[in-house]
């Protein structure tokens, strides 16, 4: 098959005659994870099919980089960074074999909570800053540190993943068409400016993504702005100083992220015994305080999954889907909610309201399972009257559904009506009459395929 896989018996992909792709976990531009069984050790882990450098020759030497390099990842033995089980190509298409990562990313825990304790990010820091060392000592780069690429695992620890190994196979910083592969709101400016990246280049992203930790703020601002003024800023000015910016922020951690995101590689600060004692001495409590804050994101999401049973079955009602009335008690246990009680329960666990920066940071790297997620967010704020925030929400989640599930998957569907409530209710009726004409369409047809 083109993206390196085969059919098994029972119907599933698997790839290399090992490894059956159970479902996906996720889409970027160099390729897609999926959660897969090894079959031969019968565990669970992550396949990333590298499908925008399929194709490679068996003599490519682009191939034997990506494998060569691939390899050496899998050498390293760090908690730091992600456990690389096999690394392959199948039919012209890389693939790697990692561990699954359970929990959330840096970029989604900062869209969710804004700016994070002290501890909790001289606590991230020490943990990429050792788990780079641990790869540059092994002669990996990683190439795309950002917020995104930072996974928080349930227990508090930190793990680099994503490393930028599909640029080995054929991809350069800079395109033939001199189009800029990647995001310039973490790239260093070199690598922007067509560079071959090295160990620098990989400290800038840590010390962007900690400006991100600290300010809730992305480095050149919002990342709608025109693409080539975030790349004129990110070579011009260069990422705002913290220093004297943010309030209580400890005087060394502001001049560690403002060195680290140096406009000159040279000038970004190297490994040092100090630099290490002192993120040890912020951290304290940090890695405990990390899975606090993850676990609370935990509840508030199964929270809002209870708040919006309701709606989910007046929805369902709504386009014929069988659901049962979960009634107006929620098996919930509203001792936990916060004291301040309101007529509306709702209103007493309200998660915080993300920034529209944020909120974009999210949305950027969705997938059809955060959609879902995602969808009934914007139900809540479209309960809450926030009807901008939900419509906007909703932009994106629409066509994420549409082109995951299709026109008439029942997510699908229920994101269209709800976005169809916020256009008509914010004045533009036309496109809301509309949308809903696309609704009844799909949903008559289900009807009917039942009938």
Known sequence: MKDG???SGDGGQVVAGRYRLLRPLGRGGMGVVHEAEDTRLGRRVAVKMLTAVEGLAEDDEARDRFLREARALARIDHPGVVTLYDVGVAEGTPYLVMQVLDGLSLAELVARTGPLPTAVVAQVALDVLRGLFAAHEAGVLHRDVKPSNIGLNRDGHVVLHDFGL????????????????????FMAPETIRGAAPGPPADLYGLGTSMYLMLTGELPFGDSTVDFGAIVDRALGDGVPRLSGRVPGLPRFLAELVDGLCAQDPAARPGRTAAMEESLEGLAADGRE???ALLAEEFRREAVRGVLSEKVRFTAARLLGEPAQDPGDHPEYDWEEAPPQQTAEP???????????TTRRLVLSSMTPQSARSRQREAVNLVLRGELQEAAQVLSVVVPVCLSSLGPAHPTTLLSQYWHAVCLARLGAGDRAVDLLARVNRHADRRTGDRS
């Open 166 to 185: 599909a640029r080995l196979a054929g991809e350069r910083a800079i395109t033939r068409t001199g189009q800029l592969v990647g995001t310039p709101q």
């Open 5 to 7: 896989t085969a059919e």
């Open 289 to 291: 305080a990390l899975a």
């Open 346 to 356: 709702a209103d007493a666990l309200r998660p915080p309201t993300l920034s529209d």
